[in-house]
Nanobody
Framework: QVQVVESGGVLVQPGGSQRLSCAAS????????MGWYRQAPGKERELVAL???????NYADSVKGRFTISRDNAKNTVYLQMNSLKPEDTAVYYC?????????WGQGTLVTVSS
């Protein structure tokens, strides 16, 4: 019914940049928030960045100043611009959509930061 699809996972060198995209489609309305979580091997899933309909954003301390979240409301799409990538950013990144009184998740996309 509701599809959440991410793209943009890559292998990138430290210091590089990459943009992730996530599009929500289907029977969806009144999106409260869209954002990104990530999970590294052996670690708990953690919030990376979140943006609500009013434009307020929330970032993990570890990515502040390096990552920027944005959205295209007309396309129900959220982006994560990642700059100055570090090896510790390596993780599976999951798109998160809060809508329809539910929390939807994408399948995840792998970002690997390594020389």
């Amino acid at each position: 019914q509701v599809q959440v699809v991410e793209s943009g996972g890559v292998l990138v060198q430290p210091g590089g940049s990459q943009r992730l995209s996530c599009a929500a489609s289907g029977s969806i309305f009144s999106i409260n928030a869209m954002g990104w979580y990530r999970q590294a091997p052996g670690k708990e899933r953690e919030l990376v960045a979140l943006i609500i309909s009013g434009g307020r954003t929330n970032y993990a301390d570890s990515v502040k100043g390096r990552f920027t979240i944005s959205r295209d409301n007309a396309k129900n799409t959220v982006y994560l611009q990642m700059n100055s990538l570090k090896p510790e950013d390596t993780a599976v990144y999951y798109c998160h959509v809060r809508a329809n009184s539910y929390r939807y998740w994408g399948q995840g996309t792998l970002v690997t930061v390594s020389s």
